[in-house]
């Protein structure tokens, strides 16, 4: 189990750091074949879109992941479908209740008067519950080829729109935004290969209410990881008399985005992980499993802060130029914080496999509103500084609470 484990976060990982790149690329394009206006409104669609799915669709794809591992290591043959299926039919006529009726305000307000960024919003959130559904299947499957070849696919499919508009085929925003809608469905033709030969049941497996639960709390989580990366740019471009310092901000804070996303395939692969580890193995299994990826992440963030201390500010105005001064001592900062958040994602993969997913969530909830009180209180004068700083200590009082939360049976041989 610990070679597939280790297997699986390798496949992953190349998976995910592939389509990383081809993310870029679609944005690399679409910067070129679309003037700034256009490009602004396709970037805040994806950002818009990307927020709500993983906070609405990876609570299900956590839950499906757990229980079919916890199924698996317990010899089961088949996997219940029914209560995964009704909560995410749920979460999506949720988000049809919400954005139906703020269709105006959308259209006109947020998209500059485009139906068809709007449209594209609403169909790739709906599109996207099957995509995060069949994700969680694979994961708890251990079908990490496959789940790393839905991703590919996903972002590869998406390029092709710009591409289009770039050699002369096509023109214009429209064509460029229907590549993110587009691309959950054509993700979806790897789902045949995952099915064949694998059984399911018409059970219900955890029930509506353990199952509600579960991925209410991950919601929590997932809305507070949302607030960690997210309310710093929001909070700065509110306050600041200066309109590109949220730009700046954001750009710092890709220090930590980059590594979060390629983390995303250990998060995936640990929890089946542990989940496997828990229903069949003892503590010491599970405590080592742990540990062994808090060692890892510690080693990386303080390699990655060393280097930031060493080239951050040359770095960063290599790569996004601009009128400000990168700090290297804030830098460092946040790379250290990058580390906690990391972190706290593997004690929070453990905190669900034990099924301690309201401490999980109480822990995120705290942290997040911390670090907005930290923000909009100006402690740190220095704005850019006092994001740094809260971000850092933010993710450590997570990790604090995470960790204390997980004390005794899922972590004690840990020590």
Excluded at 180 to 205: C, M, N, Q, Y
Excluded at 369 to 385: E, G, H, I, N, R
């Amino acid at each position: 189990m610990a070679e597939s484990y280790g297997r699986g976060a390798r496949i992953l990982s190349v998976g995910i750091a592939t389509t990383g790149v081809v993310t870029f690329a679609y944005f690399a394009v679409a910067s070129h074949v679309l003037d700034d206006v256009e490009y602004k409104g396709v970037s805040l669609l994806w950002s818009l879109m990307f927020v709500i799915v993983s906070v609405i669709y990876r609570p299900i794809e956590q839950l499906l992941s757990r229980s079919i591992a916890q199924s698996r290591a317990l010899g089961a043959t088949g996997h219940a479908l029914r209560t995964p299926l009704t909560l995410q039919g749920a979460f999506a006529l949720a988000f049809l209740a919400v954005v139906l009726p703020l269709r105006s305000y959308l259209e006109d307000d947020v998209f500059d008067g485009s139906a068809t960024l709007y449209w594209v919003l609403v169909g790739g959130v709906l599109a996207y519950a099957a995509s995060y559904f069949a994700r969680g299947w694979l994961a708890g499957n251990q079908r990490f080829g496959l789940y790393g070849g839905l991703v590919l696919l996903e972002s590869c499919s998406r390029l092709i729109f710009p591409l289009a508009v770039a050699v002369g085929i096509a023109d214009g925003q429209d064509v460029v935004a229907l590549g993110i809608l587009a691309a959950p469905f054509v993700s979806l033709v790897v789902v045949p290969w995952a099915l064949r030969g694998r059984a399911w049941t018409s059970g219900e497996g955890p029930s509506l209410r353990a199952g509600g639960g579960f991925a209410a709390a991950v919601f929590v989580v997932m809305l507070a990881e949302q607030t960690l990366l997210n309310a710093a740019v929001l909070t700065v471009d509110a306050t600041s008399t200066n309109a590109a310092l949220a730009g700046f901000v954001f750009n710092v804070l890709l220090i930590a985005r980059a590594p979060l996303q390629l983390f995303q395939a250990v998060q995936t692969s640990l929890l089946p992980h542990l989940t496997g580890l828990d229903a069949s193995k003892g503590d010491e299994e599970f405590a080592r499993a742990v540990r062994v990826t808090l060692l890892a992440i510690g080693g990386f963030a303080a390699a990655v802060a060393l280097g930031l201390l060493a080239i951050g500010p040359w770095a960063m105005d290599l790569l996004f130029g601009g009128s400000f001064d990168y700090a290297r001592g804030g830098l460092a900062l946040v790379a250290l914080g990058m580390g906690c958040h990391l972190a706290a994602g593997t004690l929070n993969q453990a905190a669900l496999a034990r099924g301690r997913q309201r401490a999980a969530a109480a822990a995120w909830a705290v942290a997040a509103v911390a670090f907005v009180v930290w923000l909009v209180v100006p402690v740190v004068d220095d704005q850019v500084l006092r994001v740094e700083v809260g971000y850092l200590g933010a993710t450590a009082l997570l990790c604090g609470l995470l960790a204390r939360g997980s004390r005794g049976r899922a972590l004690k041989v840990a020590r």
